[in-house]
């Protein structure tokens, strides 16, 4: 197997992934070019997961020798499967429990023998979640002075310092905040993923207090959703066959990737991807944010009124992302306009050629950027 990685690869960086691979049974082979810099992996790498390792920023492409003409970054159909019990995780704790954090709660509950804790700012949810078995008790966030070294004696709590794996479903500040006001709590060693839906702030603000305070902070995006939100119609299998980002803190060390899909396997993600949130918060302005400002706006037509008998799967597939948390989605769009602007001058600008070739009566215009549409969708995404 051969990885190409970046020109930007740091010596420390390759040595650490280098390190990796030998802890797996492969030996590697380094060569610097002046054009490329290559990584030869000897052994059985069957048991690599090759589209993690693409993911990572240092590298450009994985190519299997057995099969030079496929490229092992482009998506296949193994499944990563991790290892839940390898992980060593006892606890979780899930704070936030609308329809995400709900769903993580419901897939440990369902595929671990984790104890499964949770804490919502709306307690009766909690309870609730308690009720119908999803929960094993209340997360309570600090543990008393006079407690000790000891869990809570009442199987219905347990503190955030029990927690092995922390997950928090909050709003993008709130995440924030909770990491803040909570960094004392959390236990030392722990793995604390959070599920918000930019990553530059959150990790901007949360690395530094993870390395203070001694546990793991990792940001995170679960790929998945739904049209209405709330814990009544979170399930366990949300995120089957999903794609999971995750923003490590550094995005090569890939023990800490390991680490965190053993973490995540019992939620069954199709795939997890390794970027940094800068290029998180870039993409997820296009293939995200647009949508859904797109979608808002285009359902603001007058003549959206009178669509009934009119409409089709276009319809319904331009409008699904309209009806949206308003309140949420402003704190997002916010947060990330610079990528989001960009974006919408591309957009308007494009759309100002088909109003223009419109308004011209230019039939070989409007043919022509028709055109480029058809074949720029055939080369993103096939046919």
Same mark, same amino acid.
């Given at each position: 197997?051969?990885?190409?990685?970046?020109?930007?690869?740091?010596?420390?960086?390759?040595?650490?992934?280098?390190?990796?691979?030998?802890?797996?049974?492969?030996?590697?082979?380094?060569?610097?070019?002046?054009?490329?810099?290559?990584?030869?992996?000897?052994?059985?790498?069957?048991?690599?997961?090759?589209?993690?390792?693409?993911?990572?920023?240092?590298?450009?492409?994985?190519?299997?020798?057995?099969?030079?003409?496929?490229?092992?970054?482009?998506?296949?159909?193994?499944?990563?499967?991790?290892?839940?019990?390898?992980?060593?995780?006892?606890?979780?704790?899930?704070?936030?429990?609308?329809?995400?954090?709900?769903?993580?709660?419901?897939?440990? *509950?369902?595929?671990?023998?984790?104890?499964?804790?949770?804490?919502?700012?709306?307690?009766?949810?909690?309870?609730?979640?308690?009720?119908?078995?999803?929960?094993?008790?209340?997360?309570?966030?600090? *543990?008393?002075?006079?407690?000790?070294?000891?869990?809570?004696?009442?199987?219905?709590?347990?503190?955030?310092?029990?927690?092995?794996?922390?997950?928090?479903?909050?709003?993008?500040?709130?995440i924030i905040d909770f990491v803040k006001n909570n960094a004392a709590n959390f236990k030392k060693g722990a793995?604390?993923?959070?599920?918000?839906?930019?990553?530059?702030?959150i990790c901007r603000e949360c690395f530094p207090i993870a390395r203070e305070y001694g546990f793991t902070f990792?940001?995170?995006?679960?790929?998945?959703? *739904?049209?209405?939100?709330?814990?009544?119609?979170?399930?366990?299998?949300?995120?089957?066959?999903?794609?999971?980002?995750?923003?490590?803190?550094?995005?090569?060390?890939?023990?800490?990737?390991?680490?965190?899909?053993?973490?995540?396997?019992?939620?069954?993600?199709?795939?997890?991807?390794?970027?940094?949130?800068?290029?998180?918060?870039?993409?997820?302005?296009?293939?995200?944010?647009?949508?859904?400002?797109?979608?808002?706006?285009?359902?603001?037509?007058?003549?959206?009124?009178?669509?009934?008998?009119?409409?089709?799967?276009?319809?319904?597939?331009?409008?699904?992302?309209?009806?949206?948390?308003e309140d949420m989605w402003t704190e997002i769009f916010l947060e990330n306009k610079d990528n989001l602007i960009?974006?919408?001058?591309?957009?308007?600008?494009?759309?100002?050629?088909? *109003?223009?070739?419109?308004?011209?009566?230019?039939?070989?215009?409007?043919?022509?950027?028709?055109?480029?549409?058809?074949?720029?969708?055939?080369?993103?995404?096939?046919?």
């Amino acid at each position: 197997m051969i990885a190409i990685l970046e020109e930007s690869a740091t010596k420390e960086q390759i040595d650490e992934l280098t390190h990796w691979f030998e802890e797996q049974g492969m030996r590697c082979q380094f060569s610097k070019g002046d054009y490329q810099t290559l990584l030869g992996i000897i052994g059985d790498t069957s048991k690599l997961d090759t589209e993690l390792i693409a993911s990572l920023d240092i590298v450009k492409s994985v190519t299997r020798i057995t099969n030079t003409g496929k490229k092992d970054n482009q998506k296949s159909s193994r499944k990563k499967d991790g290892d839940f019990k390898r992980s060593g995780i006892k606890t979780i704790g899930i704070v936030g429990l609308g329809l995400i954090g709900g769903s993580f709660a419901k897939a440990y *509950k369902e595929y671990t023998n984790a104890r499964v804790l949770g804490y919502n700012r709306t307690v009766s949810t909690t309870h609730f979640a308690i009720m119908d078995g999803t929960l094993d008790g209340e997360l309570l966030l600090e *543990k008393p002075a006079d407690a000790g070294d000891q869990t809570s004696g009442n199987y219905n709590q347990g503190y955030l310092s029990d927690c092995d794996l922390v997950i928090i479903s909050l709003y993008n500040q709130a995440i924030i905040d909770f990491v803040k006001n909570n960094a004392a709590n959390f236990k030392k060693g722990a793995l604390v993923i959070d599920a918000g839906g930019l990553k530059r702030r959150i990790c901007r603000e949360c690395f530094p207090i993870a390395r203070e305070y001694g546990f793991t902070f990792v940001g995170g995006h679960p790929m998945a959703g *739904k049209k209405y939100s709330g814990y009544k119609y979170s399930t366990g299998k949300l995120y089957r066959d999903a794609s999971m980002i995750i923003v490590p803190d550094e995005s090569y060390d890939m023990f800490l990737i390991e680490r965190i899909k053993d973490a995540l396997c019992p939620c069954n993600f199709g795939s997890i991807t390794v970027c940094s949130a800068d290029r998180h918060d870039q993409m997820i302005a296009f293939t995200s944010e647009m949508a859904h400002i797109v979608s808002n706006a285009y359902i603001k037509s007058p003549t959206a009124r009178e669509h009934r008998g009119f409409s089709a799967g276009s319809y319904k597939d331009m409008t699904r992302v309209a009806w949206l948390n308003e309140d949420m989605w402003t704190e997002i769009f916010l947060e990330n306009k610079d990528n989001l602007i960009y974006e919408l001058d591309t957009i308007i600008k494009y759309l100002d050629e088909y *109003k223009e070739a419109l308004v011209n009566n230019d039939s070989q215009k409007l043919h022509d950027i028709l055109h480029e549409g058809k074949i720029a969708k055939e080369e993103v995404d096939g046919v």
